[in-house]
T-cell receptor, first 115, second 113 residues
Framework: EAQVTQNPRYLITVTGKKLTVTCSQN?????MSWYRQDPGLGLRQIYY???????DKGDVPEGYKVSRKEKRNFPLILESPSPNQTSLYFC??????????????FGEGSRLTVL | KQEVTQIPAALSVPEGENLVLNCSFT??????LQWFRQDPGKGLTSLLL?????REQTSGRLNASLDKSSGRSTLYIAASQPGDSATYLC????????????FGQGTELSVKP
């Protein structure tokens, strides 16, 4: 089954404790991206990757890191989480964002709480 | 900077009505526009993708139109059903900002039986 898988789905952590949210897709997609969703602010893009070893900042990259060492995986790293990073996070992928195959597939989301 | 706006923020209709959701964007330099559905606590599901060269796309009871010159898109839902209740979001892939995808804030639709 074609899917985007995020882990963990739920996480409660404390300020400053490094964490990684994993994202994996099994559709051989080139494009992958991370978003956060907050009430009243909607979905905002954190980072995106057009292909392996190519990553770019979205609108809210501060406090986050990503890597794209292989096509299927795009982990989101919070080196020193803070309470303002409490949010619902989504990973998404697309075969080619700008072409006819630009349909975006989303993971189920990861709800992160930073105390 | 590209901005995407959706009006109304919330909409409640009786079952069986035809309805239109609106999406507007400020920069016409886009690759495509997508409409998504989001159920509470869930991820987003892509409904329709319209390329910048296209005027509309249809899938079942859904029809999405795109007018790039005026910066508008509409999602038409025919014969609405309670199962259509969800939040609907539109997003544009910005032509001037590489791989950035900019979302509207969504329209929360409630279809009453």
């Amino acid at each position: 089954e074609a899917q985007v898988t995020q882990n963990p789905r739920y996480l409660i952590t404390v300020t400053g404790k490094k964490l990684t949210v994993t994202c994996s897709q099994n559709m051989n997609h080139e494009y992958m991206s991370w978003y956060r969703q907050d009430p009243g602010l909607g979905l905002r893009q954190i980072y995106y990757s057009m292909n392996v070893e190519v990553t770019d900042k979205g609108d809210v990259p501060e406090g986050y890191k990503v890597s794209r060492k292989e096509k299927r995986n795009f982990p989101l790293i919070l080196e020193s989480p803070s309470p303002n990073q409490t949010s619902l996070y989504f990973c998404a992928s697309s075969l080619s964002l700008t072409g006819e195959t630009g349909e975006l597939f989303f993971g189920e989301g990861s709800r992160l709480t930073v105390l | 900077k590209q901005e995407v706006t959706q009006i109304p923020a919330a909409l409640s209709v009786p079952e069986g009505e035809n309805l239109v959701l609106n999406c507007s964007f400020t920069d016409s330099a886009i690759y495509n526009l997508q409409w998504f559905r989001q159920d509470p606590g869930k991820g987003l599901t892509s409904l329709l993708l319209i390329q910048s060269s296209q005027r509309e796309q249809t899938s079942g009871r859904l029809n999405a139109s795109l007018d790039k010159s005026s910066g508008r898109s509409t999602l038409y839902i025919a014969a609405s059903q309670p199962g259509d209740s969800a939040t609907y979001l539109c997003a544009v892939t910005s032509g001037n900002q590489g791989g950035k995808l900019i979302f509207g804030q969504g329209t929360e639709l409630s279809v009453k039986p």
